[in-house]
């Protein structure tokens, strides 16, 4: 199976290189842009693993590894049976 | 007395400290393997800064999961002293031996030269030989130290005298330009509550000698090492 992880900061959290992308995209000419958050993914491969472990395990891995919950979130999805 | 530094792959601070104490203090010390389980008996660990694991996937995310934190946690838990320097700090924030993370510089620059930091609590076996506001030059080399903390901890931290150092003027006074990487609070130290692990972005090592150009990080240094 694998799932991918997508980790952003919260809301409340400053994301100044995502800033700096949209002023990019403004400088470009991209007008529609009015807000942009940049994050990080992780595609995992998991084995010997069925959905219900995975719900169990994704998300101890993102709260404990991947993602610091201090200042950032997670949301994560099945890409492959 | 004894005194340990920790080498994780990615540490380049971990000599320069290693001579900060040895040499230029005169005290015993040793360099500690992160793959190791054994503190070697010494009587205060130094997480040295520099770049351990290349900051992979956060800075200091991975060292928190070296074989030898687990013995570092349980030094800390004993009430024994720890000091993060820089990444050594980053460290401290993922093992949450001290509360809240780091964000990158507000400016989005890695920032290498001399700061000015004042002495908001001289009451911890880490500033006792300076006193309060007394405003030190040593210098910073980081990417990311834009100190964060959620509101309910950082009024935690404000009044429990947990903030070590603060990024200041010259003159001591406080201002958005002298906090140059955009912390919270001007953050730039901070002390756990029991007072025995301290982490903070400057580099007091740079600082112990006067070809060096500062002699201020022998404050801090020195006050640890007469704690001990």
Redesign the interface.
């Known amino acids: 199976m694998k799932v991918r992880i997508l980790v952003s900061f919260k809301d409340?959290?400053?994301d100044?290189?995502g800033q700096?992308v949209r002023n990019a995209l403004h400088t470009l000419g991209y007008d529609a842009v009015q807000d942009l958050r940049q994050g990080k993914v992780f595609e995992v491969e998991l084995a010997g693993v069925d959905r219900a472990a995975a719900e169990k395990l994704v998300p101890e891995m993102a709260s404990k590894?991947?993602a610091?919950p201090?200042?950032e979130k997670y949301t994560w999805s099945v890409i492959e049976d | 007395m004894k005194i340990g530094v920790v080498l994780f792959p990615g540490s380049n601070c971990d000599f320069d400290t290693i001579h900060a104490f040895k040499e230029v203090l005169g005290k015993p010390t040793v360099p500690l393997w992160h793959k190791d389980h054994d503190l070697q008996g010494v009587d205060a660990v130094i997480l040295p800064g520099g770049f351990s694991y290349g900051d992979y996937?956060?800075s200091g995310?991975i060292a928190r999961?070296s074989p030898l934190m687990q013995e570092v946690r349980e030094f800390a838990a004993k009430g024994r002293p720890v000091l993060g320097i820089c990444n050594g700090f980053q460290v401290l924030l993922?093992l949450e031996l001290l509360p809240?993370?780091m964000?990158?510089n507000?400016?989005?620059k890695f920032l290498c030269r001399h700061v000015s930091i004042k002495v908001e609590n001289e009451k911890t076996r880490f500033t006792r030989k300076a006193r309060k506001g007394q405003v030190l030059n040593i210098p910073i080399a980081h990417f990311d130290g834009n100190y964060?903390?959620?509101p309910e901890t950082l009024k935690a931290i404000e009044d429990g005298g947990q903030v070590a150092f603060r990024y200041c003027e010259p003159d001591g006074s406080l201002s958005e330009a002298s906090n140059v990487n955009g912390s919270l609070h001007s953050i730039a130290g901070l002390i756990n509550k029991a007072g025995n692990v301290c982490g903070l972005m400057p580099h007091p090592e740079r600082a112990s000698e006067k070809i060096l150009g500062s002699e201020d990080g022998r404050f801090i240094l020195e006050s640890l090492v007469e704690s001990l």
């Open positions: 409340s959290v400053l100044p290189q700096t590894v991947l610091n201090i200042i | 996937l956060r995310a999961f993922e809240g993370a964000l990158r507000k400016n989005l964060y903390a959620p």
